[in-house]
């Protein structure tokens, strides 16, 4: 199983320039998160999904789109960067099942926003 | 609204020294409880979660945590730590309540030195 896996690896745009990250995993979880990680600031979460076609705002959602079509996949819009978005994204995913339900994360998108 | 507080924001400590990192959470109700790991560069892996049961958890590394819940505490030990765990460690609540959202702590780096 390759868990979690995200594209691209590392990107650079310029202010206005609009990208798409994708986020894909194999674990057949209903809940998918993106987090952005700044220094001092921990993870935050951006938004989130609990199933194939619903997501939800996080705590900070703004200047960012998602959406999931498919159960496997969630994808993370900038329409029009800002440099206060150079960050380094993280996704995850997670079992409905409380037992179960550790978050796998991808290995991240570093992202500059010039 | 659940929220987690993790108090050491940068530890030192020489190789076999003890560790302890101290995070506490609020949330009124059943709590999953999760430490994460994040190794320079790479992304966060699980250390250990706490579920129910046995409030004395033990994970991989020889990392243990012992969750207090009269004091809302999750702190996270080990005995004797080596220069490969400098890494930042996160500690993250989810409150168990229709749906998961969890909230991770702003980390601790922990910087072990030979």
């Known amino acids: 199983n390759a868990g979690v896996t995200q594209t691209p690896k590392f990107r650079v745009l310029k202010t206005g320039q609009s990208m798409t990250l994708l986020c894909a995993q194999d674990?057949?979880?209903?809940?998918m998160y993106w987090y952005r990680q700044d220094p001092g600031m921990g993870l935050r979460l951006i938004h989130y999904?609990?199933?194939?076609?619903?997501?939800a705002k996080g705590e900070v959602p703004d200047g960012y789109n998602v959406s999931r079509l498919k159960k496997q996949n969630f994808l993370l819009g900038l329409e029009s960067a800002a440099p206060s978005q150079t960050s380094v994204y993280f996704c995850?995913?997670?079992?409905?099942?409380?037992?179960?339900?550790?978050?796998?994360f991808g290995p991240g998108t570093r992202l500059t926003v010039l | 609204a659940q929220s987690v507080s993790q108090h050491n924001h940068h530890v030192i400590l020489s190789e076999a020294a003890s560790l302890e990192l101290g995070c506490n959470y609020s949330?009124?109700?059943?709590?999953?409880l999760f430490w994460y790991v994040q190794y320079p560069g790479q992304h966060l892996q699980l250390l250990l979660k706490?579920?129910?049961?046995?409030?004395l958890v033990k994970g991989i590394k020889g990392f243990e945590a012992e969750f207090i819940k009269s004091k809302f505490s999750f702190n996270l030990r080990k005995p004797s730590v080596q220069w490969s765990d400098t890494a930042e460690y996160f500690c993250?609540?989810?409150?168990?309540?229709?749906?998961?959202?969890?909230?991770f702590g702003t980390g601790t780096k922990l910087q072990v030195i030979p």
């Open positions: 674990m057949n979880h209903e809940y």
């Open positions: 995850a995913s997670s079992s409905r099942d409380r037992g179960l339900n550790e978050q796998f």
């Open positions: 949330y009124g109700g059943t709590v999953n």
């Open positions: 706490y579920f129910s049961g046995d409030p």
């Open positions: 999904s609990v199933g194939e076609g619903t997501t």
């Open positions: 993250a609540v989810n409150g168990y309540g229709g749906y998961q959202k969890v909230t």
